[in-house]
């Protein structure tokens, strides 16, 4: 009667219990992707604001450049 509990706990519980181990570590690892993924989302959402950005900020910087060369070109007569 032993070995026959002893056999039903091998081949049942013993498979039964690695599924459900297996079972909680896919559900935290998801968990975990499911983290990066929204974070990765919000930081590309805040590059594409950034993108919008970028070019008005050149132009303010490079303006005042522009316009220093144009008016040194009109003062040497290029």
């Not at 049942?12 to 998801?30: F, H, R, S």
């Not at 594409?48 to 007569?77: C, H, W």
Request: net charge positive.
């Amino acid at each position: 009667m032993l070995v026959i509990n002893t056999i039903m706990v091998e081949v049942i519980v013993g498979p039964v219990l690695a599924v459900l181990v297996t079972l909680k570590l896919t559900d935290l690892n998801l968990k975990k992707q499911e983290k990066v993924i929204v974070d990765l989302q919000a930081k590309v959402e805040k590059l594409e604001i950034s993108d919008k950005e970028i070019p008005k900020k050149m132009m303010a910087t490079l303006m005042p450049v522009a316009k220093a060369v144009s008016k040194i070109n009109q003062q040497l007569g290029l």
